[in-house]
């Protein structure tokens, strides 16, 4: 059953560490077999009005995910951005399809 990472991102306070993040993160979710499929700045339509940037990224199971928010390849680039923003990260079982 597919597994979905949500992340959310917020006050960014540092843009260069940021954009690194950007650039060297994706890599590191391929290697786990996992993809992007969405990211920005969402629209609110009911509830208090949504001001983080946001994604959502897709890997074949939980154990995949998991072992990718773990991974060292992962830390590394985790770490680079560490206090560039406030960042949440949430994981979430697929539906049986």
Known sequence: MPAYLIFR???VTDTAKIQAYRE???ATIAAFGGRMLSAG???THEGPEEAARMGIIE???MAT???WITSPEYKKVQEARMGAADI???LVD???G
Do not use: H, I, W, Y
Request: glycine share 4%.
């Open 59 to 61: 890997f074949k199971d």
């Open 9 to 11: 991102m917020s006050n």
């Open 65 to 67: 995910a998991r072992a």
């Open 24 to 26: 060297d993160s994706p």
């Open 88 to 90: 949440q990260l949430l």
């Open 41 to 43: 700045q969402p629209e």
């Open 94 to 96: 697929g539906l049986p």
